[in-house]
Nanobody
Framework: QVLLVESGGGLVQAGDSLRLSCTASGHTESTYAMGWFRRAPGKEREFVAAISGSGGSTYYANSVQGRFTISRDNAKNTVYLQMSSLKPEDTAVYYC????????????????WGQGTRVTVSS
């Protein structure tokens, strides 16, 4: 059983920065890919960013490329999402995700989900 717990969400203003964290417990093999998805009000959940088990490969949605940075600390079983230059359209519930491979995680979905953390960006 894997448990993913997100933290770091909140209310910020446009242009601000925020860092989300997700700590995994249970089966926490560092070879697993991790990622972030989000669901904006009234929209489908969408991919945001993913990182390979080693941290050597990262993937981003076009909408966040250049503004968001995903990273991981395998010693702490934690993945981070540093969000900068936030926009009102970034308002969403952000979900941490875990899967065996980053590309599979993005295209087919992860094996595990966190419960989500809400980010609200005011204009």
């Amino acid at each position: 059983q894997v448990l993913l717990v997100e933290s770091g969400g909140g209310l910020v203003q446009a242009g601000d920065s925020l860092r989300l964290s997700c700590t995994a417990s249970g089966h926490t093999e560092s070879t697993y890919a991790m990622g972030w998805f989000r669901r904006a009000p009234g929209k489908e959940r969408e991919f945001v960013a993913a990182i390979s088990g080693s941290g050597g490969s990262t993937y981003y949605a076009n909408s966040v490329q250049g503004r968001f940075t995903i990273s991981r600390d395998n010693a702490k079983n934690t993945v981070y999402l540093q969000m900068s230059s936030l926009k009102p359209e970034d308002t969403a519930v952000y979900y941490c995700a875990k899967g065996p491979d980053a590309v599979v995680l993005i295209t087919s979905g992860p094996d595990y989900w966190g419960q989500g953390t809400r980010v609200t960006v005011s204009s």
